[in-house]
């Protein structure tokens, strides 16, 4: 499955605490389902998506996976009232950030350290939405000369926005980016720059596809973008999953072979927290979906 990756918030006890064996099987599951992109971040689980994923590769051959992590974002301990995280149980230490020429590097060497590695495959700037102008006159300019120098593989870009990205795309000489929830059935805003991307040799990772939780599970407790989806997109979802049924399809499935569908797209994360949502996530993205369902659901998000 070349073009499924594991994405391991789910492993830092996002929403729900993960026992560390069950990690260590969600890893191994992946594995042996042929996925071989593993994409992590220090502020998942504030260090403990890196610490789990490193231990449950420790066995692999080094060269045969792709291993990302991200940057702008140091774990330190908190002083006073601990910011509030959507990862349970974590340790004593917060993300800060930092997107600093200093905190760049001290954000690697941290993570090579709790991955147990000693070299990353792709680094992406993380999240630097309100910290564009350090992020553009420090952190790239740190990333592309570790990349000259052979330290880092690939330099990218991770958000869940598309207009900055955009503009990245176009001014710096990125090797790709991860664009999160904004190509989805339900959410259709990244297009421009997807367009982009193509037109620049970007190479595109897409997370989010699932948009949180709602296009897996449309409920009534349904999540979009790691809050409670607003009643309009669970109607619209609920409807997709209808249609959906219609032609035999799941959700879910449909979900995942949106993103892969489009041509700038390279690999699509898929997020688990046991092993058998991995054997889910890989049938679906093996599914096949008929071309007639595209246009219908299609239809319901102009409708």
Request: aromatic share 6%; charged share 20%.
């Amino acid at each position: 499955m070349t073009r499924l990756g594991l994405g391991t918030a789910p492993l830092g006890n996002l929403f729900t605490s993960v026992t560390d064996d069950d990690a260590a099987a969600t890893v191994a599951a992946a594995w042996n389902a042929g996925i071989r992109y593993f994409d992590t971040a220090p502020q998942y689980g504030h260090g403990i998506a890196e610490m789990r994923l490193g231990r449950a590769l420790a066995g692999c051959r080094r060269d045969e996976y792709v291993l990302v992590s991200k940057v702008g974002r140091l774990l330190r301990p908190t002083t006073g009232v601990r910011p509030p995280t959507s990862f349970r149980d974590v340790p004593d230490v917060d993300p800060t950030f930092d997107f600093s020429r200093d905190g760049v590097l001290r954000s690697i060497d941290e993570s090579l350290r709790r991955l147990g590695t000693d070299r990353l495959d792709v680094v992406h700037v993380h999240d630097p939405d309100d910290h564009e102008r350090e992020a553009r006159d420090s952190a790239f300019p740190t990333l592309f000369e570790l990349r000259d120098q052979g330290v880092i593989g690939e330099v990218g870009c991770g958000m869940n926005q598309s207009a900055m990205l955009a503009d990245l795309v176009a001014e710096l000489p990125l090797d790709c980016v991860l664009l999160a929830g904004r190509w989805t059935l339900v959410d259709r805003s990244g297009a421009a720059l997807l367009d982009r991307c193509q037109e620049h040799s970007v190479g595109v990772v897409l997370g989010g596809v699932f948009n949180s939780g709602l296009l897996a599970r449309p409920d009534v407790d349904a999540t979009f973008d790691y809050v409670a989806a607003p009643p309009h997109l669970v109607s619209m979802a609920r409807a997709m999953a209808s249609t959906c049924s219609e032609f035999g399809v799941e959700l879910a499935a449909a979900a995942v072979q949106f993103g892969l569908r489009h041509h700038a797209v390279d690999t699509v994360l898929v997020g688990a927290r046991s092993a058998a949502e991995v054997v889910a996530d890989v049938a679906f993205g093996a599914a096949v979906v008929p071309d007639a369902l595209w246009a219908a659901l299609d239809e319901l998000l102009l409708s």
